[in-house]
């Protein structure tokens, strides 16, 4: 019923997440390779990043026209890797919008070189200084199955516009458009050699490459991040990395019922809730819960699976059929310890494995549904009499990536800056898929490191080195400099 993924040597059987059934595979890259890939991207970097912002904008958008070409292609595949259809198109949508973005934020960013800046310190008007944005290099990627493309490019294309090559490691579950994907790329020649991907499960790959390159971005789960953090640690290199959530919602009194319920229901169970920023804890006041319940329940149940036809409903399938075991686990428990399944809840098989629009009542904060990231198209909901108590419900948890607030403005925004959570969006959930502009951090246990959003999307990929000149045309003897020193003055 769930099966582990099939890899024998280094050879991968991936399954279809609609039938089930293994219909695509691919030949893990060896050590050698990885390194061997690595390396050409090194030597590649070098001209790359020489050749100026706008020039590389102007390579990126060579490609799209590539991409373009190719669109029935990737469209085809991806929908295969991930089992839906309307997600696919918005995901390729999202790549173009991430080129369009950062070719246009790239040059305001690095295009002009600033001038020196005069010491403010008194007595030192004599020194200035400029900064100088130098690429990390080599950049991994280890990206996830859940939005196999957005989470690819969302960190892949601030990093070629900064300067830096890429090597891409996809997640071995969602591996087909990768396929027609790199054949765009590599009919563009200058981003072939900075832009290259490898293959196969990170248990074989994740070392060998972590090893060679220069920087790590992951979007993955906390105990995988845990593994790369020690492994870039050990190497002194940065990581950036985006990890697991259990993003709470929570609304208050003053919220209007329908709108909120519906939000928390989207946010729940789009894209089967297989997404870290996924509304799945729900705290309600005590004097609107039966009625939040109710409105929550009925649009739940109008919700219909996509396992007769690809193209009708609006749950797919569990994409990695090991998650439909976990979210199963945590349901388990729930129920064991006094909750209520008010609808949905079985994991049903044609084929793949799948789960309508699960609501659950009864729960305490102890249940793993509770505490642990559930990644399925489930959303509990509990009742609470004070703001402090929602407070209390929503912060307690390992995780902090993202939140949601409903109700009057001004209350919303003070219970939002107590929460801890990067993100926290006001009167609607997962905000952040679209307002890119806002730079967050997460909190916890979802990760570390500088935003992906915002300017430090791309800045985060550079190191400053500073210049610093004496413009005086003089400097002191070691004995002067004692003097100096003496009269507490600079030396």
């Known amino acids: 019923f769930f099966p582990e993924p099939v890899s024998t040597m280094s050879v991968v059987n991936v399954m279809n997440p609609r039938t089930g059934e293994s219909d695509f595979s691919f030949t893990s890259n060896t050590a050698e390779e990885i390194q061997t890939i690595v390396k050409g991207c090194k030597e590649a970097q070098k001209a790359w990043a020489a050749a100026g912002v706008q020039h590389r904008v102007e390579v990126l958008g060579q490609w799209m026209g590539e991409i373009k070409k190719r669109m029935p292609e990737i469209v085809a595949a991806l929908s295969t890797d991930t089992g839906r259809v309307a997600m696919c198109n918005t995901e390729l949508g999202a790549l173009f919008g991430f080129i369009a973005q950062w070719s246009r934020l790239g040059p305001m960013l690095l295009g002009a070189e600033k001038p020196q800046q005069t010491a403010k310190t008194p007595g030192l008007g004599h020194l200035s200084h400029k900064n100088q944005h130098v690429p990390l290099g080599v950049v991994a990627n280890i990206s996830p199955w859940n939005y196999p493309i957005i989470l690819s490019f969302l960190d892949t294309i601030p990093a070629l516009v900064a300067g830096c090559a890429v090597v891409l490691k996809p997640s071995e579950t969602t591996p087909r458009w990768t396929v027609p994907l790199f054949e765009s790329v590599a009919a563009v020649p200058e981003l072939a050699g900075v832009f290259r991907h490898v293959m196969g499960p990170g248990t074989e790959v994740g070392e060998p490459l972590i090893t060679a390159v220069d920087a790590v971005v992951l979007t993955g789960s906390t105990a995988v991040g845990r593994i790369v953090a020690v492994q870039c640690a050990q190497r002194l290199i940065p990581a950036f990395l985006e990890l697991g959530g259990s993003d709470p919602a929570v609304v208050l009194e003053g919220a209007d019922v329908k709108v909120a319920a519906t939000s928390c229901l989207r946010g729940a169970v789009v894209s089967t809730g297989q997404s870290c920023m996924s509304v799945e804890r729900c705290y309600v006041h005590q004097s609107i819960y039966d009625e939040f319940v109710a409105e929550v329940t009925k649009q739940a149940q109008a919700c219909q699976t996509n396992k007769d036809e690809i193209d009708v409903g609006q749950v797919g399938p569990f994409i990695d059929r090991r998650q439909a075991a976990k979210v199963k686990e945590q349901l388990d428990d729930a129920v064991a ?103 967050n951090e997460a909190f916890g246990s979802s990760g570390y490191g500088r935003s992906r959003m915002g300017v430090s999307g791309l800045m985060r990929y550079l190191r400053t080195k500073a210049m610093i000149f004496n413009n005086s045309g003089a400097t002191r003897d070691i004995v002067a400099a004692g003097e100096a020193g003496k009269k507490g003055q600079a030396l």
């Open 337 to 439: 310890q006094g909750a209520t399944i008010v609808c949905g809840g079985v994991v049903e098989e044609k084929g793949g494995l799948y789960m309508n629009a699960t609501v659950v009542t009864g729960v305490k904060n102890s249940m793993k549904l509770m505490q642990e990231e559930t990644f399925g198209p489930v959303l509990p909901i509990a009742p609470f009499t004070t703001t402090e108590e929602a407070v209390d419900l929503a912060n307690d948890s390992p995780y902090g990536l993202s939140a949601a607030v409903y109700g009057p403005a001004a209350e919303a925004e003070a219970v939002a800056g107590v929460l801890n959570a990067g993100v926290v969006c006001i009167n609607d959930a997962a905000l952040h898929a679209y307002m890119m502009e806002a730079e």
